[in-house]
Protein backbone atom coordinates (compact mmCIF):
# COMPACT_ATOMS: atom_id res chain seq x y z
CA UNK A 1 0.00 0.00 0.00
CA UNK A 2 1.33 3.59 -0.15
CA UNK A 3 0.03 6.69 0.92
CA UNK A 4 -0.60 9.67 -1.30
CA UNK A 5 -0.39 13.19 1.30
CA UNK A 6 -1.82 16.50 0.21
CA UNK A 7 0.29 19.10 -1.20
CA UNK A 8 1.96 20.69 1.92
CA UNK A 9 0.56 18.49 4.68
CA UNK A 10 0.60 15.12 6.49
CA UNK A 11 -2.87 14.44 5.34
CA UNK A 12 -3.66 11.61 3.50
CA UNK A 13 -5.09 12.08 0.23
CA UNK A 14 -5.64 8.53 -0.40
CA UNK A 15 -4.15 4.45 0.30
CA UNK A 16 -3.55 2.98 -2.47
CA UNK A 17 -2.94 -0.87 -3.75
CA UNK A 18 -0.86 -0.41 -7.00
CA UNK A 19 -1.34 -3.19 -9.07
CA UNK A 20 1.27 -5.57 -10.94
CA UNK A 21 2.17 -3.34 -13.51
CA UNK A 22 3.29 -0.77 -11.46
CA UNK A 23 7.25 0.45 -11.53
CA UNK A 24 9.89 2.93 -10.56
CA UNK A 25 12.22 4.13 -13.18
CA UNK A 26 15.51 5.92 -12.31
CA UNK A 27 18.73 6.74 -14.01
CA UNK A 28 21.58 8.79 -14.26
CA UNK A 29 20.95 12.35 -14.98
CA UNK A 30 17.85 10.38 -16.74
CA UNK A 31 14.26 9.82 -15.37
CA UNK A 32 13.34 9.54 -11.46
CA UNK A 33 9.29 8.48 -11.72
CA UNK A 34 7.07 6.31 -10.40
CA UNK A 35 4.26 5.08 -12.42
CA UNK A 36 1.10 3.97 -10.03
CA UNK A 37 -1.78 1.81 -11.95
CA UNK A 38 -4.54 1.39 -9.49
CA UNK A 39 -8.12 1.18 -9.10
CA UNK A 40 -11.16 3.06 -6.70
CA UNK A 41 -14.80 2.87 -6.12
CA UNK A 42 -15.09 6.02 -5.37
CA UNK A 43 -13.36 9.20 -7.19
CA UNK A 44 -10.03 10.23 -5.91
CA UNK A 45 -9.26 14.54 -5.88
CA UNK A 46 -5.75 14.32 -6.90
CA UNK A 47 -3.88 17.72 -6.70
CA UNK A 48 -0.96 18.71 -8.17
CA UNK A 49 1.82 18.70 -5.64
CA UNK A 50 0.42 15.69 -3.60
CA UNK A 51 3.34 13.63 -2.80
CA UNK A 52 4.26 10.03 -1.65
CA UNK A 53 7.62 8.27 -0.85
CA UNK A 54 8.59 5.04 -2.85
CA UNK A 55 11.55 2.69 -1.85
CA UNK A 56 12.65 6.14 0.25
CA UNK A 57 12.18 9.09 -2.22
CA UNK A 58 9.39 11.19 -2.22
CA UNK A 59 7.54 11.37 -5.68
CA UNK A 60 4.68 14.39 -6.31
CA UNK A 61 2.05 14.96 -9.06
CA UNK A 62 3.12 17.56 -11.70
CA UNK A 63 0.10 16.82 -13.68
CA UNK A 64 -3.43 16.15 -13.92
CA UNK A 65 -4.25 12.36 -13.32
CA UNK A 66 -5.85 10.24 -15.98
CA UNK A 67 -8.80 7.76 -15.47
CA UNK A 68 -10.84 5.84 -16.77
CA UNK A 69 -14.45 5.16 -15.80
CA UNK A 70 -16.64 2.87 -17.73
CA UNK A 71 -19.98 1.28 -17.02
CA UNK A 72 -20.34 0.57 -13.46
CA UNK A 73 -16.60 -1.11 -12.93
CA UNK A 74 -14.10 0.59 -10.23
CA UNK A 75 -12.40 3.61 -11.59
CA UNK A 76 -8.86 3.25 -13.44
CA UNK A 77 -6.33 5.37 -12.35
CA UNK A 78 -2.78 5.85 -13.78
CA UNK A 79 -0.77 8.04 -11.85
CA UNK A 80 2.20 9.55 -13.10
CA UNK A 81 4.54 10.87 -9.92
CA UNK A 82 8.02 13.04 -10.32
CA UNK A 83 10.91 12.98 -8.53
CA UNK A 84 12.18 16.18 -6.70
CA UNK A 85 14.74 17.10 -9.86
CA UNK A 86 11.57 17.82 -11.69
CA UNK A 87 10.93 20.57 -9.60
CA UNK A 88 13.81 21.73 -10.68
CA UNK A 89 12.29 22.31 -14.03
CA UNK A 90 9.37 24.61 -12.68
CA UNK A 91 12.25 27.06 -11.56
CA UNK A 92 13.71 29.43 -13.58
CA UNK A 93 17.56 30.50 -13.57
CA UNK A 94 18.03 34.01 -12.92
CA UNK A 95 21.23 36.26 -12.16
CA UNK A 96 21.03 39.68 -10.43
CA UNK A 97 20.22 42.68 -11.57
CA UNK A 98 21.71 46.03 -10.98
CA UNK A 99 19.53 46.54 -8.15
CA UNK A 100 20.08 42.37 -6.38
CA UNK A 101 16.93 40.87 -7.61
CA UNK A 102 16.06 38.17 -9.62
CA UNK A 103 15.21 39.39 -13.01
CA UNK A 104 17.67 38.84 -15.49
CA UNK A 105 17.14 35.35 -17.98
CA UNK A 106 19.28 36.26 -20.74
CA UNK A 107 23.35 36.86 -19.46
CA UNK A 108 27.17 35.77 -19.73
CA UNK A 109 28.36 35.05 -16.27
CA UNK A 110 32.43 34.37 -15.66
CA UNK A 111 32.57 31.87 -13.02
CA UNK A 112 33.64 28.34 -11.62
CA UNK A 113 31.50 25.08 -11.12
CA UNK A 114 30.86 26.08 -7.64
CA UNK A 115 29.74 29.57 -8.53
CA UNK A 116 27.09 28.18 -11.14
CA UNK A 117 25.41 25.86 -7.82
CA UNK A 118 25.14 28.12 -5.89
CA UNK A 119 23.29 29.74 -8.25
CA UNK A 120 20.96 27.22 -8.89
CA UNK A 121 20.47 26.79 -4.80
CA UNK A 122 19.57 30.70 -4.52
CA UNK A 123 17.42 30.31 -7.62
CA UNK A 124 15.56 27.04 -6.12
CA UNK A 125 15.17 28.81 -2.30
CA UNK A 126 13.75 31.82 -4.48
CA UNK A 127 11.34 29.58 -6.39
CA UNK A 128 10.22 27.81 -2.42
CA UNK A 129 11.68 30.12 0.20
CA UNK A 130 12.56 27.79 2.93
CA UNK A 131 12.06 24.95 0.60
CA UNK A 132 15.73 23.37 2.19
CA UNK A 133 17.44 23.09 -0.90
CA UNK A 134 21.35 22.44 -0.33
CA UNK A 135 24.08 22.29 -2.27
CA UNK A 136 26.16 18.97 -1.65
CA UNK A 137 29.93 17.99 -3.54
CA UNK A 138 30.90 20.02 -6.60
CA UNK A 139 33.51 19.35 -8.54
CA UNK A 140 37.01 22.21 -8.40
CA UNK A 141 37.11 23.98 -12.05
CA UNK A 142 39.21 27.27 -13.35
CA UNK A 143 36.87 30.08 -14.07
CA UNK A 144 35.09 29.71 -17.50
CA UNK A 145 32.18 32.12 -19.38
CA UNK A 146 29.24 30.93 -19.86
CA UNK A 147 25.71 32.05 -21.48
CA UNK A 148 22.43 31.45 -20.12
CA UNK A 149 19.29 32.00 -21.97
CA UNK A 150 16.21 31.49 -20.63
CA UNK A 151 16.82 28.54 -19.02
CA UNK A 152 15.56 26.65 -16.12
CA UNK A 153 17.23 24.80 -13.13
CA UNK A 154 17.22 21.45 -14.57
CA UNK A 155 18.15 22.53 -17.90
CA UNK A 156 21.11 24.40 -16.40
CA UNK A 157 22.44 21.61 -14.27
CA UNK A 158 22.79 19.60 -17.82
CA UNK A 159 24.48 22.82 -19.32
CA UNK A 160 26.91 22.38 -15.95
CA UNK A 161 27.64 18.70 -16.46
CA UNK A 162 28.43 19.28 -20.09
CA UNK A 163 30.18 22.11 -19.56
CA UNK A 164 32.07 20.39 -16.81
CA UNK A 165 32.79 17.13 -18.31
CA UNK A 166 30.90 15.39 -14.83
CA UNK A 167 27.31 15.02 -13.56
CA UNK A 168 24.89 16.39 -11.90
CA UNK A 169 22.60 14.37 -9.24
CA UNK A 170 19.35 15.86 -6.83
CA UNK A 171 19.56 13.71 -3.31
CA UNK A 172 16.53 15.21 -1.38
CA UNK A 173 16.41 18.80 -2.08
CA UNK A 174 20.88 18.18 -2.08
CA UNK A 175 22.09 19.48 -5.26
CA UNK A 176 25.50 18.28 -6.38
CA UNK A 177 27.60 18.26 -9.30
CA UNK A 178 30.38 15.78 -9.42
CA UNK A 179 30.40 11.53 -10.64
CA UNK A 180 30.86 9.45 -7.68
CA UNK A 181 31.93 5.75 -8.96
CA UNK A 182 31.48 3.35 -6.14
CA UNK A 183 32.23 -0.50 -6.87
CA UNK A 184 28.95 -2.27 -5.07
CA UNK A 185 30.86 -5.57 -4.67
CA UNK A 186 27.88 -7.39 -6.91
CA UNK A 187 28.64 -9.81 -9.47
CA UNK A 188 25.79 -9.99 -12.09
CA UNK A 189 26.39 -13.08 -13.80
CA UNK A 190 24.51 -14.64 -16.67
CA UNK A 191 23.29 -18.29 -16.85
CA UNK A 192 21.38 -20.59 -15.44
CA UNK A 193 20.46 -20.04 -11.31
CA UNK A 194 22.62 -16.37 -11.70
CA UNK A 195 21.86 -13.50 -10.82
CA UNK A 196 20.50 -12.57 -15.43
CA UNK A 197 18.23 -14.16 -16.43
CA UNK A 198 19.11 -12.54 -19.84
CA UNK A 199 22.03 -10.63 -21.83
CA UNK A 200 22.34 -8.25 -24.55
CA UNK A 201 25.02 -6.09 -25.95
CA UNK A 202 24.61 -2.87 -28.01
CA UNK A 203 27.52 -0.28 -29.69
CA UNK A 204 27.38 3.00 -27.67
CA UNK A 205 28.08 6.26 -29.35
CA UNK A 206 31.27 8.23 -28.57
CA UNK A 207 29.83 12.07 -28.30
CA UNK A 208 29.49 12.76 -32.41
CA UNK A 209 31.07 9.66 -33.81
CA UNK A 210 30.57 6.11 -34.05
CA UNK A 211 33.13 3.68 -32.85
CA UNK A 212 36.21 3.32 -30.77
CA UNK A 213 38.24 6.29 -30.87
CA UNK A 214 42.52 5.66 -30.44
CA UNK A 215 44.18 8.74 -32.05
CA UNK A 216 43.12 12.16 -30.49
CA UNK A 217 44.30 15.43 -31.43
CA UNK A 218 43.67 17.85 -28.67
CA UNK A 219 44.09 21.55 -28.98
CA UNK A 220 43.76 24.35 -25.96
CA UNK A 221 43.01 27.92 -26.24
CA UNK A 222 44.41 30.48 -28.41
CA UNK A 223 45.44 33.04 -25.54
CA UNK A 224 48.99 33.79 -24.84
CA UNK A 225 50.43 32.52 -26.80
CA UNK A 226 53.51 34.24 -29.20
CA UNK A 227 53.68 33.98 -32.96
CA UNK A 228 57.12 31.82 -32.62
CA UNK A 229 54.69 29.17 -30.18
CA UNK A 230 55.57 25.96 -32.37
CA UNK A 231 56.32 26.94 -35.21
CA UNK A 232 53.45 29.69 -35.66
CA UNK A 233 50.79 26.97 -34.00
CA UNK A 234 47.59 28.90 -33.45
CA UNK A 235 46.25 26.71 -30.38
CA UNK A 236 48.07 25.22 -27.37
CA UNK A 237 49.64 22.10 -28.22
CA UNK A 238 49.79 19.09 -25.51
CA UNK A 239 53.72 19.14 -25.64
CA UNK A 240 55.77 17.39 -28.97
CA UNK A 241 53.73 14.79 -29.99
CA UNK A 242 50.89 15.79 -32.33
CA UNK A 243 48.40 13.53 -30.96
CA UNK A 244 47.91 10.74 -27.82
CA UNK A 245 46.84 7.95 -28.78
CA UNK A 246 45.51 4.73 -27.01
CA UNK A 247 44.83 1.06 -28.12
CA UNK A 248 45.94 1.96 -32.20
CA UNK A 249 47.99 -0.92 -32.35
CA UNK A 250 44.99 -3.20 -30.94
CA UNK A 251 41.76 -1.73 -33.09
CA UNK A 252 43.54 0.33 -35.61
CA UNK A 253 43.34 4.49 -36.09
CA UNK A 254 40.67 6.00 -35.77
CA UNK A 255 41.00 9.77 -34.86
CA UNK A 256 39.24 12.82 -33.28
CA UNK A 257 40.00 15.90 -31.92
CA UNK A 258 39.02 18.26 -29.20
CA UNK A 259 39.22 21.85 -28.26
CA UNK A 260 39.68 22.36 -24.73
CA UNK A 261 39.59 26.52 -25.05
CA UNK A 262 39.91 27.26 -21.07
CA UNK A 263 43.32 26.03 -20.94
CA UNK A 264 46.13 27.94 -22.14
CA UNK A 265 49.12 29.41 -20.45
CA UNK A 266 48.04 31.65 -17.70
CA UNK A 267 48.48 32.98 -14.09
CA UNK A 268 45.73 33.56 -11.91
CA UNK A 269 47.40 36.84 -9.78
CA UNK A 270 45.86 38.51 -6.95
CA UNK A 271 45.27 41.89 -6.14
CA UNK A 272 47.30 43.06 -2.97
CA UNK A 273 46.64 46.53 -2.68
CA UNK A 274 44.72 49.84 -4.71
CA UNK A 275 46.30 53.45 -5.13
CA UNK A 276 42.84 54.06 -6.76
CA UNK A 277 40.12 52.95 -8.94
CA UNK A 278 42.92 52.46 -11.73
CA UNK A 279 45.90 51.28 -9.94
CA UNK A 280 46.31 48.43 -8.20
CA UNK A 281 49.61 46.34 -7.13
CA UNK A 282 50.26 42.59 -7.40
CA UNK A 283 53.04 42.00 -5.28
CA UNK A 284 53.25 38.24 -6.03
CA UNK A 285 53.99 38.53 -10.03
CA UNK A 286 57.15 37.10 -11.07
CA UNK A 287 58.21 38.50 -14.17
CA UNK A 288 58.20 41.77 -16.20
CA UNK A 289 54.86 42.22 -18.25
CA UNK A 290 57.05 44.91 -20.58
CA UNK A 291 59.35 41.93 -21.35
CA UNK A 292 56.59 39.65 -23.16
CA UNK A 293 53.74 41.92 -24.88
CA UNK A 294 52.98 41.22 -28.27
CA UNK A 295 53.43 43.20 -31.27
CA UNK A 296 50.08 44.99 -32.27
CA UNK A 297 48.23 43.29 -29.35
CA UNK A 298 46.98 45.33 -26.54
CA UNK A 299 47.68 43.39 -23.09
CA UNK A 300 44.23 43.16 -20.78
CA UNK A 301 43.59 41.70 -17.72
CA UNK A 302 40.16 40.15 -17.01
CA UNK A 303 39.04 39.96 -13.37
CA UNK A 304 37.84 36.66 -12.03
CA UNK A 305 36.18 37.31 -8.62
CA UNK A 306 34.98 40.85 -7.31
CA UNK A 307 33.57 43.51 -8.53
CA UNK A 308 34.66 43.68 -11.50
CA UNK A 309 34.31 39.83 -12.01
CA UNK A 310 33.99 39.08 -15.27
CA UNK A 311 35.18 42.21 -17.07
CA UNK A 312 37.93 42.83 -19.25
CA UNK A 313 40.04 45.64 -19.12
CA UNK A 314 43.07 46.86 -21.47
CA UNK A 315 46.15 47.76 -19.66
CA UNK A 316 47.70 51.02 -20.29
CA UNK A 317 50.57 50.25 -17.94
CA UNK A 318 52.90 48.08 -15.45
CA UNK A 319 55.23 48.99 -13.59
CA UNK A 320 57.87 46.00 -12.78
CA UNK A 321 59.43 48.02 -9.63
CA UNK A 322 56.54 48.14 -8.02
CA UNK A 323 54.25 45.80 -9.51
CA UNK A 324 51.62 48.08 -10.15
CA UNK A 325 49.07 47.76 -12.76
CA UNK A 326 47.13 50.74 -14.67
CA UNK A 327 44.46 49.97 -16.48
CA UNK A 328 41.90 51.96 -18.41
CA UNK A 329 38.41 52.73 -18.38
CA UNK A 330 36.32 50.22 -19.74
CA UNK A 331 33.55 52.42 -21.68
CA UNK A 332 30.60 51.66 -23.59
CA UNK A 333 26.88 52.07 -24.27
CA UNK A 334 25.75 50.39 -20.16
CA UNK A 335 29.35 50.47 -18.77
CA UNK A 336 31.71 53.02 -17.62
CA UNK A 337 33.74 51.29 -15.15
CA UNK A 338 36.16 51.19 -12.29
CA UNK A 339 34.11 53.56 -10.85
CA UNK A 340 34.28 55.30 -7.81
CA UNK A 341 32.15 53.02 -6.32
CA UNK A 342 32.63 49.77 -8.38
CA UNK A 343 36.47 48.98 -8.45
CA UNK A 344 39.54 46.36 -8.03
CA UNK A 345 39.90 45.86 -4.33
CA UNK A 346 42.34 43.68 -2.27
CA UNK A 347 42.15 39.99 -2.89
CA UNK A 348 40.12 40.48 -6.09
CA UNK A 349 41.62 37.71 -8.41
CA UNK A 350 42.53 38.11 -12.45
CA UNK A 351 44.00 36.21 -15.38
CA UNK A 352 46.17 38.38 -17.75
CA UNK A 353 45.87 38.01 -21.80
CA UNK A 354 47.18 38.91 -24.27
CA UNK A 355 50.49 38.52 -23.84
CA UNK A 356 53.18 36.00 -24.51
CA UNK A 357 53.54 34.18 -21.29
CA UNK A 358 56.91 33.39 -19.82
CA UNK A 359 58.07 29.56 -20.77
CA UNK A 360 57.51 27.84 -17.43
CA UNK A 361 53.66 28.57 -17.54
CA UNK A 362 53.28 27.76 -21.49
CA UNK A 363 55.16 24.50 -20.24
CA UNK A 364 52.38 24.01 -17.05
CA UNK A 365 49.67 24.37 -20.02
CA UNK A 366 50.89 21.85 -22.16
CA UNK A 367 51.04 19.28 -19.13
CA UNK A 368 47.89 20.31 -17.93
CA UNK A 369 46.13 19.90 -21.47
CA UNK A 370 48.34 16.63 -22.04
CA UNK A 371 46.32 15.68 -19.11
CA UNK A 372 42.77 16.53 -19.98
CA UNK A 373 43.07 14.68 -23.16
CA UNK A 374 44.43 11.65 -21.82
CA UNK A 375 41.24 11.57 -19.53
CA UNK A 376 39.18 12.09 -22.07
CA UNK A 377 40.61 9.78 -24.32
CA UNK A 378 40.41 7.11 -21.12
CA UNK A 379 36.45 8.10 -20.97
CA UNK A 380 35.69 8.15 -24.39
CA UNK A 381 38.48 6.48 -26.77
CA UNK A 382 37.01 2.53 -26.55
CA UNK A 383 34.34 1.22 -28.21
CA UNK A 384 31.28 2.14 -26.26
CA UNK A 385 29.11 -0.64 -25.49
CA UNK A 386 25.37 -1.09 -23.30
CA UNK A 387 24.45 -4.13 -21.75
CA UNK A 388 20.41 -4.36 -21.45
CA UNK A 389 20.08 -7.38 -18.98
CA UNK A 390 17.07 -9.37 -17.88
CA UNK A 391 17.26 -9.84 -13.91
CA UNK A 392 16.67 -13.76 -12.57
CA UNK A 393 13.97 -12.39 -9.36
CA UNK A 394 14.27 -15.58 -7.55
CA UNK A 395 17.89 -15.12 -7.52
CA UNK A 396 17.82 -11.59 -6.48
CA UNK A 397 15.40 -12.39 -3.40
CA UNK A 398 17.19 -15.46 -2.26
CA UNK A 399 20.33 -12.80 -2.48
CA UNK A 400 18.61 -9.82 -0.90
CA UNK A 401 20.20 -7.52 -3.74
CA UNK A 402 19.19 -4.49 -4.02
CA UNK A 403 20.57 -2.56 -6.68
CA UNK A 404 22.38 1.11 -6.20
CA UNK A 405 22.29 3.63 -9.49
CA UNK A 406 25.58 4.86 -10.40
CA UNK A 407 27.42 2.17 -8.88
CA UNK A 408 29.63 -0.16 -10.99
CA UNK A 409 28.67 -4.03 -10.93
CA UNK A 410 31.03 -7.07 -11.79
CA UNK A 411 29.43 -7.92 -15.16
CA UNK A 412 29.94 -12.10 -15.76
CA UNK A 413 29.38 -14.36 -18.60
CA UNK A 414 32.04 -16.90 -19.49
CA UNK A 415 29.77 -18.07 -22.61
CA UNK A 416 30.27 -14.51 -24.03
CA UNK A 417 33.89 -14.16 -22.80
CA UNK A 418 32.81 -11.12 -20.31
CA UNK A 419 34.28 -10.02 -17.20
CA UNK A 420 34.15 -6.75 -16.58
CA UNK A 421 32.95 -3.63 -14.40
CA UNK A 422 30.54 -1.81 -16.06
CA UNK A 423 28.27 0.90 -14.07
CA UNK A 424 24.49 0.85 -13.60
CA UNK A 425 22.83 3.64 -15.17
CA UNK A 426 19.78 3.16 -15.52
CA UNK A 427 16.76 0.65 -14.12
CA UNK A 428 13.38 -0.12 -13.92
CA UNK A 429 11.59 -1.59 -9.95
CA UNK A 430 8.39 -3.20 -9.69
CA UNK A 431 6.63 -1.67 -6.93
CA UNK A 432 4.44 -4.55 -5.49
CA UNK A 433 7.27 -7.03 -6.16
CA UNK A 434 10.75 -5.10 -5.45
CA UNK A 435 13.00 -8.13 -6.09
CA UNK A 436 11.74 -7.55 -9.86
CA UNK A 437 13.87 -5.58 -11.85
CA UNK A 438 12.04 -5.51 -15.14
CA UNK A 439 15.22 -3.89 -17.22
CA UNK A 440 18.34 -2.80 -15.90
CA UNK A 441 21.03 -0.82 -18.61
CA UNK A 442 24.82 -1.01 -17.66
CA UNK A 443 26.97 1.22 -19.82
CA UNK A 444 30.28 2.38 -20.47
CA UNK A 445 29.43 5.79 -20.48
CA UNK A 446 26.18 8.15 -19.42
CA UNK A 447 24.92 10.85 -21.53
CA UNK A 448 23.68 14.10 -20.34
CA UNK A 449 19.82 13.27 -21.57
CA UNK A 450 16.59 16.10 -21.48
CA UNK A 451 14.06 14.93 -18.81
CA UNK A 452 11.34 15.71 -21.94
CA UNK A 453 12.35 13.14 -23.91
CA UNK A 454 12.03 10.10 -22.16
CA UNK A 455 9.01 10.04 -19.81
CA UNK A 456 7.20 6.35 -20.05
CA UNK A 457 7.67 3.96 -22.84
Same mark, same amino acid.
Given at each position: ????? &???????????????????????????????????????????????????????????????????????????????????????????????????????????????????????????????????????????? =???????????????????????????????????????????????? &??????????????????????? /???????????? /????????????????????????????? =????? =????????????????????????????? /??????????????????????????????????????????????????????????????????????????????????????????????????????????????????????????????????????????????????????????????????????
Amino acid at each position: MITIY &KKGSTDARAVIEPDDSSYQDRGVMRNDIVLLGFKSTAPISFGIGDNAKVFGRTYKINRPVPFNKVANRDIEYSLTMEGLQYDMRKAKFFTLDSHNRFTELKFSQRGRAIDFCNLIIANMERWEPGGGWKLGDVIESDFVD =IDFDNQNCLEVAATLATKFGTEYALEDKTFSLTKKVLTSGVILEYGAG &KALAGLAMENQESGDTNGPITRL /YVYGGSRNIGTN /YRDGAQFLRSGDADYIEKNADVLGVFEES =IYFDD =IYPRREGIVSAVADKLVFTDADIDFNIND /YLLPGVTAQLTFNTGQMAGLTFDIHSFDNPTKTFTINLLINETTNLPSDVLKPAVGDKYVLIGIDMPLSYIVNAEAELKAKGKAWLNENGPGKVVYPVQCNDVYFKRESVELELGKNYQLRSPQFNIDRSIRLVNYRRMIRNPNVYSSIELADSVAVQSLFLKLIS
